[in-house]
């Protein structure tokens, strides 16, 4: 087995297309599991596409996260999109012929006491309503359930039918089906911004050049404030770090995805573990943390356990750097073609605990590799998925909030539909992007 199988994703020479195509119907920016995923749907469709990417395929966030794909404890809001896209998963691999590594083990949330046990119970009406196979399970139901644990949780709410793929895996082989289906996929491509003609889209400008194109998808992750930003579209958007490690192969203790306050674990394809902080989310505060703080206030709230304020060197990155550039200029977005923050010690030291004293066939299973990844929110915690009207062709997918990897084909999915006027099939007036604006309470149904 490669060492460092997952930061290969991204620890690598970014490649350069050789030419770029003058013009398409479509163009994505962003080669996250949103961005391959719409390419992929539309190229389905005979859609002309073209995929903007400025480092690599899922070399930020898609590529670094837990590999949860799981309906269990989504908002109302986006779980509609979610049902749609474990029908997606499922057939996946058969459908673009490649391994993403998918397997339905079912997802545990495990509660510490009585108290997190009702919690979770409050959700089992949402899980009626949308017909899922969620059930609240016993102390001794839990035992049985992860038998390798010496935990002594109270109860967990466990959804059988939900399951876990490989992020290394997913989002390059999804980019790979899209470009056998027709579409365009260029790395070290960064778009630098939209090119506008009578009002409306009419195509981006790259760092290679302009590709003419009648609708435009940014979904950046991440970047994707900064880039409405320099259109005068401010976007609610603030950032967190999360560290994530992978054991080497060790003994088989569990087949499906385990979360409580201390700990996040499922089990890999390789015969290790994926497993992260339960409840460790560090914000670098930045100028936005200011811009943005009324309309976080509710998540900060909500979740003041959990996040972790750091300040530093992000700050003055992000005080320092330009709101507009020319379009003949090199952009903020290939001054940093990847976000590859450093792991948290903090996090790393207090997860290699918790593991051993959850998991104790686990305490001396060395961690293969760890590394971290930037995850966007929004105030409420769920995407902005909208057109806008001020520039008539351009759509904004981003704010998924670390729900994005399960959620992606799903996504993807709809926002072709979006893009290309057909019925989405789902109610996407919850994810508009007006909802931070016009004076609707900004309501919290679920966390980072």
Same mark, same amino acid.
């Given at each position: 087995m490669p060492e460092n199988i997952v930061k290969a994703t991204w620890e690598r020479p970014v490649e350069s297309p050789d030419s770029i195509p003058g013009a398409a119907d479509v163009v994505v920016i962003g080669g996250g599991i949103?961005?391959?995923?719409?390419?992929?749907?539309?190229?389905?469709?005979?859609?002309?596409?073209?995929?903007?990417?400025?480092?690599?395929?899922?070399?930020?966030?898609?590529?670094?996260?837990?590999?949860?794909?799981?309906?269990?404890?989504?908002?109302? !809001?986006? +779980?509609?999109?979610?049902? &749609?896209?474990?029908?997606?998963? @499922?057939? %996946?691999?058969?459908?673009?012929?490649?391994?993403v590594g998918f397997a339905e083990g079912g997802c545990l949330f495990a509660a510490a006491d009585q108290r997190e046990l009702?919690?979770?119970? !409050?959700? +089992?009406?949402?899980?009626? &309503?949308?017909?899922?196979?969620? @059930?609240? %399970?016993?102390?001794?139901?839990?035992?049985?359930?992860?038998?390798?644990?010496?935990?002594?949780?109270?109860?967990?709410?466990?959804?059988?039918?939900?399951?876990r793929a490989e992020p290394h895996l997913a989002a390059p082989a999804i980019a790979r089906a899209a470009a056998s289906a027709g579409a365009e996929v260029l790395t070290g491509c960064a778009v630098r911004g939209l090119d506008i003609e009578a009002g409306r889209v009419a195509g981006v400008v790259t760092e290679h050049g302009?590709?003419?194109?009648?609708?435009?998808?940014?979904?950046?992750?991440?970047?994707?404030?900064?880039?409405?930003?320099?259109?005068?579209?401010?976007?609610?958007?603030l950032k967190v770090r999360g560290t994530v490690a992978r054991t080497a192969p060790a003994a088989d203790i569990l087949d499906g995805n385990v979360f409580d306050a201390r700990i996040g674990i499922r089990k890999r394809q390789d015969g290790g573990y994926t497993v992260a902080p339960g409840a460790i989310l560090d914000h670098p505060v930045t100028p936005s943390s200011f811009r943005w703080f009324l309309k976080f206030l509710p998540a900060v709230i909500e979740q003041r356990d959990i996040v972790k304020l750091s300040f530093g060197k992000p700050f003055f990155e992000e005080l320092l750097?330009?709101?507009?550039?020319?379009?003949?200029?090199?952009?903020?977005?290939?001054?940093?073609?990847?976000?590859?923050?450093?792991?948290?010690?903090?996090?790393?030291?207090?997860?290699r605990r918790d593991l051993g004293e959850l998991f104790p066939a686990l305490a001396d299973v060395a961690f293969s590799e760890a590394w971290a990844g930037i995850i966007e929110s929004t105030p409420d915690v769920?995407?902005?998925?909208?057109?806008?009207?001020?520039?008539?062709?351009?759509?904004?997918?981003?704010?998924?909030?670390?729900?994005?990897?399960?959620?992606?084909?799903?996504?993807?999915?709809?926002?072709?539909?979006?893009?290309?006027?057909?019925?989405?099939?789902?109610?996407?007036e919850p994810l508009r992007y007006s909802r931070f604006f016009d004076g609707s309470p900004i309501e919290l149904d679920a966390t980072i």
């Open positions: 949103v961005g391959v995923s719409t390419a992929w749907f539309l190229a389905r469709e005979g859609v002309s596409v073209v995929l903007c990417e400025k480092g690599h395929i899922a070399g930020e966030q898609s590529g670094r996260n837990w590999g949860w794909v799981r309906k269990q404890g989504r908002d109302v !809001r986006e +779980l509609p999109i979610m049902i &749609e896209s474990m029908a997606i998963w @499922r057939d %996946l691999a058969r459908d673009i012929g490649a391994d009702a919690s979770f119970e !409050r959700w +089992l009406n949402t899980a009626k &309503e949308f017909g899922l196979d969620t @059930r609240l %399970l016993g102390a001794q139901e839990v035992r049985q359930q992860v038998p390798g644990s010496a935990a002594n949780w109270a109860g967990g709410l466990l959804t059988p039918s939900d399951g302009r590709i003419r194109a009648g609708s435009v998808l940014c979904a950046a992750g991440a970047w994707t404030s900064t880039f409405c930003r320099s259109l005068d579209v401010p976007l609610p958007q750097a330009p709101r507009r550039w020319s379009m003949d200029e090199v952009s903020p977005f290939e001054q940093t073609r990847v976000l590859n923050p450093e792991p948290g010690r903090r996090s790393l030291k207090a997860l769920i995407p902005v998925i909208d057109g806008f009207d001020d520039y008539p062709g351009f759509y904004v997918a981003t704010g998924f909030s670390g729900h994005g990897f399960g959620i992606g084909p799903g996504a993807g999915k709809v926002i072709a539909a979006l893009i290309s006027g057909k019925e989405t099939g789902v109610d996407l």
